[in-house]
C-alpha cells in the first residue's frame, strides 16, 4: 500500500483541506467516563487501526473526545512512509507536551509504524511520550496503560504473524455514516526496497472471511452504504483452512461482500500489478455494486528503475496488465497510480519512460512523490540516494503538469453523460451543494435539492476541472 497519505493528487480545494491534516478522534457520549483523544496520521490502514485502538479501550471504559484537553490518554497513531511524516509527528509531540504539563494523570503514547520503526529509542528522543506501541500489539494496550499509571515508560512493538484483531468490531471515528473501511488483511511480503512498511507491519496475513462479511453486513444494516476493503496488497489475500489448502481468493472474498446487497457499493485498495488477475477483474465486471476503479501503483516506467525497486515487474508487464483492465472492463474504467520520482541512478531516460507510460495509460489521477530515503530499507542500504532534491523536484514537477493534463481529459470524458453517485454529505464550500463520488472514484458536485447524505443520485455532468464533475441531479436512483 503505497498510497494514501503524502502524495499529489490533483484535488480541488475541498480535498486540499482534508489532506495531511490528521484525523481526530470524535466525541462520544460517557460523562464521568476516561477521555481518550486519538490523532491519527497516514493511509487508511492506521484510520481503521485507531479505530480498532478506540474499540479495544472502550471495554476498558474510556470514551473518545474531540478535544486533547480533556484528555487522560492522548494516543498519536502515525505513518513512517517518509521522513516528513515522521517529522510532523515530532513537532506534534512539542504541541501536546504543553497540553500535558502539570497534569500527572495525562499519558501520550505513539502507535502505528513510527513506533514500530523507532521502538525504544523513540522514548529517549521524546522525552513527553510515556508508552510506544507497534500495529500488532494494540491488545495489549489495557496492560500498558496499567504500567504507565504507576510512572513507568511502556513498550510492545512485538510483530505477529497472526494478528488481524478480526474478532475486535471497530468504533467508527470520524464517519460520514455512508462510507468505510474494513482491513482484510496486514502486513506485507513484498520487499520493495524503498518501502518500510514489510518491517513495521510485518508478515502478510489474510483476515478470516466470515469476519469481513459479517462486519460489511453490520455496517450495511447501520445505514452505511459503501465500504472499502483495504489491504497493503489486496490481490494477495487468500484464507487457507488448516490442511493449507485455499478457501478463498480475493475475486471470491470480493464476490461475497458485493452479495450482501446490490445497494451496498465495493471498492478496494490496494491492488499489485504482479498479483492483480483477471478473476478479479470478471467479478468487477459481474457486480454492478463493486466500482469499477483500480488503484493500480506503478512507481516508474523504465523496468531497471522498477527492478531496483524490487518491483517484481517490468514496464511490458504493467502494460499487459492495463491492457488487460481495459479490453475487460472497458476504457470508462477508473485507474489511479502513485510514481516516485528520483529514485536511486534514475536517469533522464528513466524519468521520460514514466511520463511515456502515463501517455500510454493516461489515469484518471496519481499520488505522487519524490524518493525519500527510509533508514533500514534495502535500497537505503545498497544504494546511493544520488538524484539531487532540485532534481526530484522538477521531475515531480512534470510528473504532477502530465498527471492535471490527463485527469482533466479523462474528467472531460463525463461531460453531458449521467453518473451514479453516492451521496456522502454537503460539499465544504456550501450547503447549498452535496458531494459523492462515482462509480470511478470520481468526486461529483451537484445542487442540493431535496437529495441528502446516503442517496444514489444520478446526476447529468456538465461542468468539469481536473479534479472535480459538477452537474445536475436528474433523478434519485430508488433503492
Ligand atoms: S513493500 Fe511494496 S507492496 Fe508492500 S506496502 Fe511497501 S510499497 Fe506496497
Known amino acids: 500500500m503505497e498510497r494514501l497519505s503524502g502524495e499529489l493528487k490533483i484535488l480541488s480545494k475541498e480535498e486540499k483541506e482534508g489532506i495531511d491534516e490528521a484525523r481526530v478522534s470524535r466525541d462520544e457520549e460517557g460523562d464521568g467516563k476516561r477521555k481518550l483523544y486519538i490523532e491519527s496520521y497516514g493511509c487508511q490502514m492506521n484510520f481503521a487501526d485507531s479505530e480498532i485502538v478506540a474499540s479495544i479501550l472502550k471495554k476498558e471504559g474510556f470514551v473518545t473526545t474531540s478535544d486533547k484537553n480533556q484528555a487522560e490518554l492522548i494516543l498519536l497513531n502515525t505513518c513512517s512512509i517518509r521522513d516528513n511524516a515522521e517529522q510532523k509527528v515530532r513537532q506534534r509531540l512539542r504541541i501536546l507536551n504543553a497540553t500535558k504539563k502539570g497534569k500527572s494523570n495525562v499519558k501520550i503514547g505513539v502507535l502505528g509504524c513510527m513506533a514500530e520503526r523507532l521502538k525504544t529509542q523513540l522514548l529517549e528522543e521524546e522525552k513527553m511520550v510515556d508508552m510506544v506501541v507497534g500495529p500488532d500489539a494494540y491488545r495489549d494496550l489495557p496492560n500498558l496503560i496499567n504500567e504507565v499509571e504507576t510512572g513507568q515508560k511502556a513498550v510492545n512493538v512485538f510483530l505477529s504473524r497472526e494478528e488481524t484483531y478480526a474478532d475486535i468490531t471497530p468504533v467508527?471515528?470520524?464517519?460520514?455514516?455512508?462510507?468505510?473501511?474494513?482491513?482484510?488483511?496486514?502486513?506485507?511480503?513484498?520487499?520493495?526496497?524503498?518501502?518500510?512498511?514489510?518491517?513495521?507491519?510485518?508478515?502478510?496475513?489474510?483476515?478470516?472471511?466470515?469476519?469481513?462479511?459479517?462486519?460489511?453486513?453490520?455496517?450495511?444494516?447501520?445505514?452505511?452504504?459503501?465500504?472499502?476493503?483495504?489491504?497493503?496488497?489486496?490481490?494477495?489475500?487468500?484464507?487457507?483452512?488448516?490442511?493449507?489448502?485455499?478457501?478463498?481468493?480475493?475475486?471470491?472474498?470480493?464476490?461475497?461482500?458485493?452479495?450482501?446487497?446490490?445497494?451496498?457499493?465495493?471498492?478496494?485498495?490496494?491492488?499489485?500489478?504482479?498479483?492483480?488477475?483477471?478473476?478479479?477483474?470478471?467479478?468487477?465486471?459481474?457486480?454492478?455494486?463493486?466500482?469499477?476503479?483500480?488503484?493500480?501503483?506503478?512507481?516508474?516506467?523504465?523496468?531497471?528503475?522498477?527492478?531496483?525497486?524490487?518491483?517484481?515487474?517490468?514496464?511490458?508487464?504493467?502494460?499487459?496488465?492495463?491492457?488487460?483492465?481495459?479490453?475487460?472492463?472497458?476504457?470508462?474504467c477508473g485507474i489511479s497510480h502513485d510514481m516516485i520520482t528520483g529514485f536511486c541512478t534514475e536517469t533522464e531516460e528513466d524519468h521520460k519512460e514514466t511520463l511515456s507510460l502515463m501517455d500510454y495509460v493516461r489515469y484518471d489521477y496519481g499520488y505522487t512523490f519524490y524518493y525519500s530515503e527510509r533508514p533500514g530499507t534495502p535500497a537505503a542500504k545498497k544504494l546511493e540516494d544520488d538524484v539531487d532534491l532540485e532534481t526530484k523536484k522538477r521531475r515531480l514537477d512534470e510528473v504532477i503538469q502530465k498527471q492535471r493534463q490527463h485527469s482533466l481529459e479523462r474528467n472531460r470524458r463525463s461531460l453531458n453523460k449521467v453518473v451514479k453517485v453516492l451521496v456522502e454529505g454537503f460539499s465544504k464550500r456550501s450547503e447549498d451543494f452535496l458531494q459523492g463520488r462515482s462509480d470511478q472514484n470520481k468526486v461529483v458536485i451537484f445542487p442540493k435539492e431535496n437529495y441528502r447524505k446516503g442517496d444514489y443520485v444520478l446526476v447529468r455532468i456538465d461542468e468539469c476541472n481536473a479534479a472535480t464533475l459538477k452537474g445536475i441531479a436528474v433523478e434519485k436512483e430508488l433503492v
Request: glycine share 4%; with cysteine.
Open 172 to 332: 467508527k471515528l470520524d464517519t460520514n455514516g455512508v462510507t468505510a473501511f474494513i482491513s482484510i488483511m496486514r502486513g506485507c511480503d513484498n520487499m520493495c526496497s524503498f518501502c518500510v512498511v514489510p518491517y513495521t507491519r510485518g508478515r502478510e496475513r489474510s483476515r478470516e472471511p466470515q469476519t469481513i462479511i459479517n462486519e460489511a453486513k453490520e455496517l450495511f444494516n447501520k445505514g452505511y452504504k459503501e465500504v472499502t476493503l483495504l489491504g497493503q496488497n489486496v490481490d494477495s489475500y487468500k484464507w487457507k483452512n488448516s490442511q493449507g489448502e485455499i478457501e478463498m481468493t480475493f475475486a471470491q472474498l470480493l464476490a461475497s461482500v458485493a452479495e450482501i446487497d446490490p445497494n451496498l457499493r465495493v471498492r478496494f485498495s490496494t491492488s499489485h500489478p504482479k498479483d492483480i488477475t483477471d478473476e478479479v477483474l470478471y467479478t468487477i465486471k459481474k457486480y454492478e455494486n463493486i466500482c469499477s476503479y483500480i488503484h493500480l501503483p506503478a512507481q516508474s516506467g523504465s523496468s531497471r528503475i522498477l527492478e531496483l525497486m524490487n518491483r517484481t515487474y517490468t514496464r511490458e508487464w504493467y502494460i499487459n496488465k492495463i491492457d488487460r483492465i481495459r479490453e475487460i472492463l472497458g476504457d470508462d
